[in-house]
């Protein structure tokens, strides 16, 4: 883990999650910067196998005032199947650490990331993607003028707007 942070005025600091089954992309991004920078991927056994210890110590370095999720919508605002499982690591991470926690739409950060890292970077380490992806999110959050809270999407949401292969 990175040394001890500098103080931050209350709401600067924030961590994004790119949020997959095997690997979840980590970023760390502050307001006035209005920028996200990559951090580390966690890699899961499952989506039932989170590493929380490795969240939570992630969460007591960095200190942020809140967290902010990749959002998985298509063109039309339907939910992607793996929406479910975010919204329960989301509602998780909440009850962990008490911090608000937010959605933005995900929609292209991969190959946004892609773009930044560039393809060999990408060949080699696909961790670096995700991480990668979780900057592009927090850059993607901090245009947003009324980013959702996770609490603020219903069951119903995910589990009606489904899109499948």
Not at 40 to 56: G, K, P, S, Y
Not at 146 to 163: D, F, G, K, Y
Request: net charge negative.
């Amino acid at each position: 883990m990175a040394s001890a942070q500098p103080n931050h005025a209350p709401g600067d600091r924030v961590l994004g999650f790119d949020y997959g089954e095997w690997r979840i992309g980590v970023a760390v991004g502050d307001r006035r910067l209005e920028s996200g920078r990559p951090l580390t991927t966690l890699h899961n056994r499952n989506a039932d196998q989170i590493d929380w210890t490795t969240v939570e110590g992630l969460v007591a370095e960095w200190q942020p005032d809140l967290v902010v999720l990749g959002w998985p919508i298509d063109d039309l605002g339907r939910c992607y199947p793996v929406a479910a499982a975010i919204r329960r690591f989301g509602n998780r991470l909440h009850e962990r650490t008490g911090l608000p926690v937010y959605v933005v739409d995900e929609r292209l950060s991969s190959s946004q990331a892609a773009e930044r890292l560039g393809r060999r970077a990408v060949e080699r380490d696909q961790g670096k993607l995700d991480s990668m992806a979780a900057a592009v999110i927090l850059d993607t959050f901090f245009r947003q003028d009324a980013p959702r809270t996770i609490q603020a999407v219903p069951r119903s949401e995910v589990m009606e707007n489904l899109t499948g292969p």
